[in-house]
């Protein structure tokens, strides 16, 4: 995504593909009455990545801050689920891709 906006902005006729009818890969996040968003997607962007953090901000993308005291979700079978955890966030781990 980043290549296409760079070509763009230099007035070159881009085309994404994607295998979804989205972009993101292993992002993804859903809207939900009883806590306004959920991750479901295997993957966030963390406070480290600042080059995907920039383009979002300037394409206007909506993100938003992880809590860290909140309840765990877990969203199966299109049903959403709360439970608490004695993990705190943010925890130290080795990203993965």
Not at 21 to 38: A, Q
Not at 52 to 67: C, F, P, S, T, W
Not at 69 to 92: C, E, G, H, M
Request: aromatic share 12%.
């Amino acid at each position: 995504l980043s290549a296409a906006k760079l070509l763009k902005d230099y007035g070159i006729n881009v085309l994404v593909l994607e295998a979804r009818d989205r972009v993101g890969g292993r992002t993804l996040t859903k809207r939900s009455p009883e806590v306004n968003y959920v991750d479901i997607g295997g993957a966030y962007v963390g406070p480290t990545q600042n080059n995907i953090l920039r383009m979002a901000k300037e394409l206007g993308v909506d993100y938003y801050n992880i809590k860290e005291d909140a309840d765990l979700l877990l969203y199966r079978n299109v049903s959403l689920n709360s439970f608490q955890t004695y993990i705190k966030f943010p925890v130290q781990l080795a990203y993965s891709w």
